[in-house]
């Protein structure tokens, strides 16, 4: 099946850890996109890339950090410079070429820092 | 900047009924998209419906509908014949086609959150 995948679901973190959001897409899709979601702010931009080996800050980089060293995977890593890291983190993923110009998501995780 | 707003933090709505939910936005963009998400209780974001500025035509799919109207910068939701399954957040989004495309990034209202009466 096509899709997004993003593991694990649930993830915890002492303080002053660094960890790692898998999120790996087999649509062929150039464009992956991380958010971070709290409650009552809805979805924001952590970083973005459109092509292998290049990405972009967003609106909220501060303390996270991406590679895209394969078109189908696009980690995150959050250090322990980000200071309230505890959310809900979507991986997103949007052909370029496609007419429909849609993003589609993963399941999403969900990180609590104890 | 562009924003959006959904003043509705909770909706409810007797199954078989219709609900409206609201989104506005502001921007000084000609062209761009506009869309609603769902998110059931998975928490998997998924697409509902979706809105070329361009096109003065609301978009429909089967029970979902929009009223687009641009000149007020509002994107509201009707959902026809509401169904058990409809209870989830909804959320209006909005994707820039110019300078702020931030390489075509979404730009999400708070949310509103469904309930369906059975």
């Known amino acids: 099946d096509g899709g997004i995948t993003q593991s694990p679901k649930y993830l915890f973190r002492k303080e002053g850890q660094n960890v790692t959001l898998s999120c790996e897409q087999n649509?062929?899709?150039?464009?992956m996109y991380w958010y971070r979601q709290d409650p009552g702010q809805g979805l924001r931009l952590i970083y973005y890339?459109?092509?292998?080996?290049?990405?972009q800050k967003g609106d909220i980089a501060e303390g996270y950090s991406v590679s895209r060293e394969k078109k189908e995977s696009f980690p995150l890593t959050v250090t322990s410079a980000q200071k309230n890291p505890t959310a809900f983190y979507l991986c997103?993923?949007?052909?370029?070429?496609?007419?429909?110009?849609?993003?589609?998501f993963g399941p999403g995780t969900r990180l609590t820092v104890l | 900047a562009q924003t959006v707003t959904q003043s509705q933090p909770e909706m409810s709505v007797q199954e078989a009924e219709t609900v409206t939910l609201s989104c506005t936005y502001d921007t000084s963009e000609s062209d761009y998209y506009l869309f609603w998400y769902k998110q059931p209780p998975s928490r998997q974001m998924i697409l509902v419906i979706r809105?070329?500025?361009?096109?003065?035509q609301n978009a429909t799919e089967n029970r979902f509908s929009v009223n687009f109207q641009k000149a007020a910068k509002s994107f509201s939701l009707k959902i026809s014949d509401s169904q058990l399954g409809d209870a989830a957040m909804y959320f209006c989004a909005y994707r820039s086609l110019g300078y702020y495309n931030q390489g075509g990034k979404l730009i999400f209202g708070q949310g509103t959150e469904l309930s369906v009466k059975p």
């Open positions: 997103a993923s949007r052909s370029r070429a496609s007419s429909t110009d849609t993003q589609y």
């Open positions: 649509l062929n899709h150039d464009a």
């Open positions: 890339s459109q092509i292998v080996n290049d990405f």
């Open positions: 809105q070329e500025a361009y096109k003065q």
